[in-house]
């Protein structure tokens, strides 16, 4: 109740500032219609002098533009069209018609010296309200498309700026230096102890690597294949890592086929590592293991990603609250309200972060 | 003088590169005789304390403490004189890659070393120590010039993980929580703060209260011309020193007023009470 009446309240707010340059424009444009309009009618009524409909069409245009126009910053916009939203849009228009039809039939009269409304002129009267009527439908029409049109512009570069940075932020946090040159470093043991052990070690790298540039691009994959690049990063960290790090991952056969984000899950991993295995001497375990569930509105997909490490750092550092915003933005643009993260800490210890969303049979 | 073998001891969480390291370092140095690799910064302390090796390769990034830390914790509790003094260890720090550190090293003595570790760098590395235990017997590498590179270090931004040099907001009021109440305590009534495990003790004439703050945020909060580091687990009030002391093991004390206790200073921060 309390929400409704402040939107009312917020609907009288003059959300946007008035652009002077933008509304000359808008005037020149609708003159310019009047213009046409004027010429229009006087090729059905070679008759009548020109300078008479022009006279009209132009006080009655300018009018009703200027009260629409200008009106709609009374209003809250919609941010899609910058048009007000809800019922005003539907009512700003129509009384700057009526309003503008009937001030623009005095001010032309009053400019040509003579009446429209002189009786017997209800054919005329049909006439000019049939084209009035017609001729503000086409230049609302007109400017309402051109609005809408530029907002769309402006949010998808906002959000192609936007994904394209995330997309970069995801690299930098993947090919973070740390990770690269201690695995490269490993590798190099490796190659003179154990070089069959190494050559295993670089084809999880690349796979890894060619995952995470290619996560961008490609925007679903099956979650059998979610869980093999999960492994070969993990893989990598177990070498690294040694006896201080063991892993599980838990896939049904009935879900190896459904469709999930590409590398969703990967954040949470290097989360359970970074922040919950590496700072203990110990070290740990990870289980990642997917499910299913009852949901609302049908089945939902369970992924649960569990680390018996440190637990949650009182104040997450950077990396980690990037890590969790960004599985959280993804699931959100995916799902909407239907996809959510859930990270607990468990009494037993250490941290569990569960993804859960719709499941979509396998295509 | 025959010197006896140098030993050293090597601090690396992973196995592979601890293993690496120690083959690297046979080949460049065969005479060298490594005598123990841990995997964590508190073992690394702890063995470092028992063997008195005279070098040291710490990892900077290692479970439990860094490798940094480790090397603060160790410059304050290796015995400096007495009997069984011996000089600090010539440090070497090894890590992946992080700009800052390169950077801070890069004006430092101290070496560093880069992962994975080349030959023909290490052998440079070897060079140096070989130099530095070679000109002196007994092969002093200076602890004060240590000391400071590592101050130096620990203010480097990015070096330590969760330090920022930056100090944020002046902390006034101080919550501490006893039981069931929140007592506000004025920060211009305490003398000093603390480290106990997990706790932070904060100390006014009066009174003692207990927080759970690391006493690393604590610092970025407090004014450093009001507050000074004593020790890596100790911040006091600079106008409530009274007397610094010095005992016949040359560690200084110092006394406050209005507090009865002896607050240790480290080695690390002596240099604040050298009399003009």
């Known amino acids: 109740m309390s929400a409704a009446l402040h939107d009312r309240d917020g609907a009288w707010r003059r959300a946007t500032p008035i652009d002077w340059l933008d509304k000359l424009r808008n005037l020149l ?7 046409v309009i004027a010429a229009i009618q006087c090729a059905f009524q070679p008759d009548w002098p020109y300078d008479i409909p022009l006279r009209y069409s132009l006080a009655i245009g300018t009018l009703c533009w200027a009260l629409i126009d200008f009106g709609r910053h009374l209003f809250r916009p919609n941010p899609d069209t910058g048009w007000p939203a809800g019922i005003p849009g539907l009512v700003l228009p129509a009384l700057g018609i009526i ?67 995330a997309q970069l932020r995801l690299l930098q946090t993947q090919l973070e230096p740390h990770m690269l040159f201690n695995t490269l470093a490993n590798l190099r043991m490796l190659i003179g102890t154990d070089p069959a052990r190494a050559q295993q070690m670089i084809d999880r790298m690349i796979d890894y690597l060619r995952a995470t540039l290619s996560a961008s691009r490609s925007t679903e994959h099956p979650l059998a294949t979610e869980f093999e690049r999960l492994r070969d990063y993990l893989e990598l960290m177990a070498m690294r ?18 469709p999930v984000p590409t590398l969703l899950l990967q954040p949470l991993v290097e989360n359970a590592i970074r ?8 070290g740990g375990r990870i289980s990642v293991r997917a499910g299913t569930r009852p949901g609302a509105h049908g089945p939902l997909l369970v992924i649960e990603v569990h680390d018996t490490g440190a637990g949650l750092p009182p104040a997450p550092p950077p990396g980690q609250r990037f890590g969790l915003s960004q599985v959280r933005e993804r699931l959100a643009s995916l799902h909407g309200s239907a996809g959510t993260l859930d990270v607990q800490t468990p009494s037993a210890g250490g941290t569990c972060a569960c993804v859960t969303f719709p499941l979509r049979p396998a295509p | 003088m025959n010197q006896p073998a140098p030993r050293a001891l090597i601090a690396e969480d992973e196995p592979l590169l601890a293993a690496a390291l120690q083959q690297e370092l046979s080949r460049a140095w065969p005479g060298l005789q490594i005598v123990a690799t841990v995997g964590d910064g508190l073992s690394a302390v702890r063995q470092a304390l028992a063997l008195q090796p005279e070098l040291l390769f710490f990892d900077i990034r290692m479970p439990g403490q860094s490798g940094l830390d480790a090397a603060v914790e160790l410059a304050e509790d290796w015995p400096g004189t007495g009997p069984s003094a011996r000089p600090f260890p010539a440090l070497v720090f090894v890590t992946a890659y992080d700009q800052y550190a390169v950077q801070a090293f890069e004006a430092q003595a101290i070496d560093y070393l880069l992962k994975p570790i080349q030959p023909a760098r290490l052998q440079k590395t070897v060079q140096k120590l070989q130099q530095a235990l070679a000109n002196h017997a007994p092969y002093a590498i200076d602890l004060e010039a240590t ?38 305590v004025p920060v211009a009534e ?57 005992d016949e093991a040359g560690k200084l004390h110092l006394e406050l007023t209005g507090r009865p206790e002896k607050l240790p200073v480290s080695r690390l921060y002596a240099h604040l009470f050298k009399a003009m």
């Open chain 2, 147 to 184: 000391m400071a590179q590592l101050r130096h270090l620990l203010a480097a931004p990015g070096v330590v993980p969760g330090s920022s040099a930056s100090s944020g907001a002046a902390l006034t009021l101080i919550p501490a929580s006893s039981g069931n109440r929140v007592h506000m």
């Open chain 1, 29 to 35: 444009r609708t003159m310019a219609f009047c213009l």
């Open chain 1, 241 to 258: 890592m040694g006896p201080r790090m063991a892993y599980t991952l838990t896939l049904p056969e009935a879900l190896r086929a459904v």
């Open chain 1, 275 to 282: 922040h919950g295995l590496e700072p203990q001497v110990a």
């Open chain 2, 190 to 246: 305490v003398l000093y703060f603390e480290a106990a495990d997990k706790y932070v003790r904060v100390l006014t004439a009066a009174r003692e209260f207990l927080i759970r703050t690391p006493l690393k945020e604590l610092i970025a909060q407090l004014d450093q011309r009001v507050f000074w580091q004593i020790h890596r687990s100790t911040l006091v009030r600079a106008d409530a020193i009274t007397t610094v002391t010095r």
């Open chain 1, 99 to 165: 309003l503008g039809y009937l001030g623009g039939n005095l001010l032309a009269a009053w400019w040509c010296g003579f009446s429209s409304w002189a009786p017997g002129g209800g054919a005329q009267l049909r006439i000019s309200i049939g084209i009035t009527l017609l001729a503000s439908f086409a230049v609302i029409y007109f400017f309402y498309s051109g609005s809408k049109h530029t907002r769309l512009h402006a949010r998808m570069d906002e959000a192609r700026g936007q994904a394209a940075e």
